[in-house]
Antibody, heavy 120, light 108 residues
Framework: EVQLVQSGAEVKKPGESLKISCKGS????????IGWVRQVPGKGLEWMGI????????KYSPSFQGQVTISADKSISTAYLQWSSLRASDTAMYYC?????????????WGQGTMVTVSS | QSALTQPASVSGSPGQSITISCTGA?????????VSWYQQHPGKAPKLMIY???KRPSGVSNRFSSSKSGNTASLTISGLQAEDEADYYC????????FGTGTKVTVL
């Protein structure tokens, strides 16, 4: 079964750094784009960015460019989303999702989500 | 590229059809046939229902259909069922992706 399994919930303080992960299985990890989507509790979905693990080509939404870093380690079929200095406004559920084959415009497989709470 | 505009809520009775609109701009919805639709039940990850305007992934009911005209895409749910009660989001692309504001569908 094709799956994306995300790392567990995190509780951090403002200013701290964080890296969350998304491990793919049962498919060719290097052949599909992987994206990240934010959802603040009670709010809508926000497209953050996307990476092609085969060559690490990455695209960011302007809203998130410079605020987060998306990366991937194809040797362990894992994508990452990281922050260098968290803010309270980063508190949200973060989903990774695999794009439909041959495109990066739709996500057909989703991870279970990682809840990130930033509070002093 | 601002969030695409969707109605906050749409409701219908079982068996009826409802339509959710998704309005963007000529730079995204209007130019690219890359509109997708997602269903999200409370506490769950989103589920892809439609991609590239009108394609349905395997396993998605044919009660879900979509179209596009100009800068507006539309998702139609026919034969509304209780299990269709959820939040629905459209998504489009230009240089990057953007989701719609979301629509809560209520089955009366």
């Amino acid at each position: 079964e094709v799956q994306l399994v995300q790392s567990g919930a995190e509780v951090k303080k403002p200013g701290e750094s964080l890296k969350i992960s998304c491990k793919g299985s049962a498919y060719s990890f290097t052949s599909y784009w992987i994206g990240w989507v934010r959802q603040v509790p009670g709010k809508g979905l926000e497209w953050m960015g996307i990476i092609y693990p085969g060559d690490s080509d990455t695209k960011y939404s302007p809203s998130f460019q410079g605020q987060v870093t998306i990366s991937a380690d194809k040797s362990i079929s894992t994508a990452y989303l990281q922050w260098s200095s968290l803010r309270a406004s980063d508190t949200a559920m973060y989903y990774c999702a695999r794009a439909v084959a041959g495109t990066w415009s739709a996500f057909d497989i989703w991870g279970q989500g990682t809840m990130v709470t930033v509070s002093s | 590229q601002s969030a695409l505009t969707q109605p906050a809520s749409v409701s219908g009775s079982p068996g009826q059809s409802i339509t959710i609109s998704c309005t963007g701009a000529s730079s995204d919805v209007g130019t690219y046939n890359l509109v997708s639709w997602y269903q999200q039940h409370p506490g769950k990850a989103p589920k892809l229902m439609i991609y590239e305007v009108s394609k349905r992934p395997s396993g998605v009911s044919n009660r879900f259909s979509s179209s596009k005209s100009g800068n507006t895409a539309s998702l139609t749910i026919s034969g509304l069922q209780a299990e269709d009660e959820a939040d629905y989001y459209c998504c489009s692309y230009a240089v990057w992706g953007v989701f719609g504001t979301g629509t809560k569908v209520t089955v009366l």
